[in-house]
């Protein structure tokens, strides 16, 4: 498959952003115009705004979650979402916890648009600890309006008591796509690359008459190439892609 992970690239930005972490936050508080509050979602990145177009469909029961039309204000939801005058989404903040009662700041991240890029760095809350460190960074590129690749690399930072910082090896996952002339999805590779260990997956979408995308096809390449197996997408994740 080959997929490039841009693991040297997403290293360049990840050190370029760990120390901006004030100023993200200031350009944020300047912009923002407009905030949005999601529930669930939580095993996936972002939440509803999710960057990849299909890799929900793809896991079993799990969802985006959902946007709260008429949030209550004693509410603390899982996730609340920063948008500027354009619409553009800036900030993301992440709540943990099980009740809205034990819920707290878990991580915020910063969207940054350059050109047809989108840098995203997001900076964990270790409140043991008294510190905010850098946990990732996701890379989105953009052509006509559609996202045609997304990489999100994990890669953990704790500051010791001598000012080093240590870190956990990056894991990285990618997606790269291709669009049909109508715009609709038609082909994606998923990977992950933990070291020297890559897992990768291609995929083939199928849609209705009304570009419901309600079936793909996949091939699993692990050294060696699966046979590839048809899926239906769930009811409940039924929709135009």
Known sequence: MGLDYMEKELLRLYAECEPCYDKFLED????????????????????????????????????????????????????????????????????????????????????????????????????????????????????????????NMLRPSTKKEDGTVSYIPPSIHAEDYKYHSSGLIDQAVCGEKLDKLLRETSYKFFHNESGILYEYETVDHYGVSTEPRIYQVQKSKLRVV
């Open 28 to 151: 944020v508080q300047r912009a923002v115009c407009s905030i949005e509050y999601g529930r669930g979602g939580e095993l996936f990145h972002r939440g509803y705004y999710l960057p990849s177009p299909f890799f929900d469909l793809v896991v079993g029961n799990a969802n985006r979650g959902r946007l709260v039309k008429r949030p209550r204000k004693d509410a603390v939801y899982d996730y609340i979402y920063y948008k500027d005058q354009a619409g553009n989404l800036i900030m993301v903040d992440k709540y943990s916890g099980n009740t809205d009662a034990d819920k707290e700041l878990y991580y915020r991240e910063f969207i940054i648009k350059s050109g047809s890029r989108e840098i995203a760095p997001c900076f964990e809350f270790y409140k043991f600890l008294g510190q905010i460190n850098i946990v990732s960074l996701s890379l989105c590129e953009y052509s006509d309006g559609k996202i045609i690749l997304y990489r």
